[in-house]
C-alpha cells in the first residue's frame, strides 16, 4: 500500500467531536427546504408572469404558503432543540456540571442555540404571514439573522480540531454566510427570482455537505476513517464540495424545467 493510498482513509485518525446524527438531522432540515424552495420560488415566478394559469397566483395563496412554512420551520427547529438537549449523551438542560467543574456538553448548547434562532425565524413567518402587523421584509430580515448566527456558531465550533475536521467545516461556512448576505439582499430587492435561487442553491448545499461531514468523520457501519491530517483528503473534498453545489444546481434546473412544462 503506498504512502498516498495510506493518506486518504483509514491511516493516522484523530478523535473527532460529535456524531453522525448530528449532522445528519441538521441536513436533513436544510436539504427539505431547499427542495421545497426549488419548486416553490419558480412556481411563484412563473405564476407572476401568467396569472390566468396559476391558482397560486394571488398574493393570499402564496401568503399561506409561506405561513404553513413558518410552521413547519418553527417545528423543525423545535425537534432539533429537544433532540440535542435529551438524546442519551445530551447534556439534558444542563449547562455546567458543577461536580467536575467544567461546561457540559457545549457542543450541543450551540446546535441547539442554532435551532433557536431558526424557531424564531418560524415564528416571524407566522405572524408576518398571518397577519399585518409587521413591516415588510422583517421575515428575510430575521431569516438572514437566523443564518448568520449559524455561522458565527460554526467559526468558534472548531478550536483544537484535527486539519480534516476544521476544514470540511469551514468549507460549510461558505454556504453559511452566503446564504446570509443573499437572504439580507432579498430584504431590499423583494421577489427577485435570482437571489431567491442563488439562496436554494445554497440551502441544498448546506444540507448535502452536513451529510458529507457525517460520512467523512463519522463513517457508518464501520467504514474505514479518514486520514484527518492528510492534505489529499482536503484536495479530494475541497472538489467534491463544487461537486455538491453542481448537484444543487441540477436539482434546481430539473425542478424549475418540471415546474414550467
Known amino acids: 500500500k503506498t504512502d498516498e493510498q495510506d493518506g486518504q482513509l483509514g491511516a493516522g485518525t484523530t478523535k473527532t467531536m460529535g456524531n453522525f446524527k448530528g449532522h445528519a438531522l441538521p441536513g436533513s432540515f436544510f436539504l427539505l427546504f431547499g427542495l421545497w424552495w426549488s419548486v416553490k420560488y419558480p412556481l411563484k415566478y412563473l405564476c407572476r408572469k401568467n396569472k390566468s394559469a396559476c391558482y397560486l397566483g394571488s398574493r393570499a395563496g402564496f401568503q399561506r404558503l409561506e405561513f404553513v412554512e413558518g410552521i413547519i420551520k418553527a417545528a423543525f427547529a423545535l425537534i432539533g432543540m429537544v433532540a440535542e438537549q435529551f438524546v442519551p449523551d445530551g447534556p439534558h438542560l444542563k449547562l455546567y456540571n458543577y461536580e467536575e467543574q467544567h461546561w457540559d456538553h457545549l457542543m450541543n448548547w450551540q446546535h441547539a442555540t442554532m435551532y433557536l434562532f431558526y424557531g424564531i425565524s418560524g415564528l416571524v413567518d407566522i405572524v408576518a404571514h398571518g397577519t399585518n402587523t409587521l413591516p415588510v421584509a422583517v421575515d428575510r ?13 460554526f467559526c468558534y465550533h472548531l478550536h483544537g ?9 469551514q468549507l460549510l ?3 453559511i454566510f452566503g446564504g446570509a448576505v443573499c437572504i439580507f439582499l432579498e430584504v431590499f430587492f423583494r421577489g427577485s427570482i435570482v437571489l431567491e435561487m442563488l439562496r436554494t442553491s445554497l440551502c441544498i448545499l448546506q444540507g448535502s455537505w452536513l451529510w458529507q461531514i457525517g460520512f467523512v468523520l463519522y463513517p457508518p457501519n464501520g467504514s474505514p476513517e479518514w486520514n484527518q491530517m492528510d492534505h489529499t483528503n482536503m484536495m479530494f473534498l475541497t472538489m467534491c464540495y463544487c461537486w455538491h453545489y ?3 444546481f441540477l436539482i434546481l434546473a430539473v425542478n424549475y424545467a418540471i415546474v414550467s412544462w
Not at 430580515?141 to 456558531?153: H, N, P, T, Y
Not at 486539519?163 to 470540511?168: C, G, K, N, Q, T
Open 246 to 248: 453542481a448537484f444543487a
Open 141 to 153: 430580515m430575521v431569516l438572514s439573522l437566523a443564518v448568520f448566527i449559524e455561522g458565527f456558531l
Open 161 to 169: 480540531r484535527a486539519m480534516l475536521d476544521v476544514h470540511v467545516h
Open 173 to 175: 461556512l461558505f454556504a
